[in-house]
């Protein structure tokens, strides 16, 4: 019996009008910024096909040039075409799409 009431005690204090403000508060912050991040995701439009790779950045894995060479772009390795040779390992913009070749241009600008 002592037992159970040590137990009810714990139980009173534990739950009291403090720890239940402080939980729900606690709560509806996280919830909020659920509620936030999926209203943003939500609005974000969907980029895939030609207009998700035009203007990405990436390298160039081989040298580009007018006839050809390899870039990688969006966690892919693409064939791609320039009109001004690039050299590798040179940080490149997509400008194009083309038969499934990217046209592409050496840029400076940080990989996003």
Same mark, same amino acid.
């Given at each position: 019996m002592e037992l159970?009431?040590?137990f009810l005690n714990l139980l009173f204090?534990?739950?009291s009008q403090g720890f239940i403000v402080t939980a729900t508060v606690i709560f509806l912050l996280i919830a909020a910024a659920g509620v936030i991040l999926a209203v943003k995701a939500h609005k974000r439009t969907t980029q895939t096909g030609i207009d @998700? =790779?035009?203007e990405a950045r990436g390298v160039a894995r081989t040298a580009v040039?007018?006839?050809? @060479? =390899?870039?990688f772009v969006h966690g892919e390795i693409w064939h791609a075409v320039s009109r001004a040779p690039i050299k590798k390992g040179q940080k490149i913009a997509?400008?194009?799409v083309k038969n499934m070749v990217l046209i592409v241009?050496?840029?400076d600008h940080t990989i996003l």
């Amino acid at each position: 019996m002592e037992l159970d009431v040590h137990f009810l005690n714990l139980l009173f204090q534990l739950f009291s009008q403090g720890f239940i403000v402080t939980a729900t508060v606690i709560f509806l912050l996280i919830a909020a910024a659920g509620v936030i991040l999926a209203v943003k995701a939500h609005k974000r439009t969907t980029q895939t096909g030609i207009d @998700g =790779l035009l203007e990405a950045r990436g390298v160039a894995r081989t040298a580009v040039s007018p006839r050809g @060479g =390899l870039v990688f772009v969006h966690g892919e390795i693409w064939h791609a075409v320039s009109r001004a040779p690039i050299k590798k390992g040179q940080k490149i913009a997509v400008k194009g799409v083309k038969n499934m070749v990217l046209i592409v241009e050496e840029t400076d600008h940080t990989i996003l």
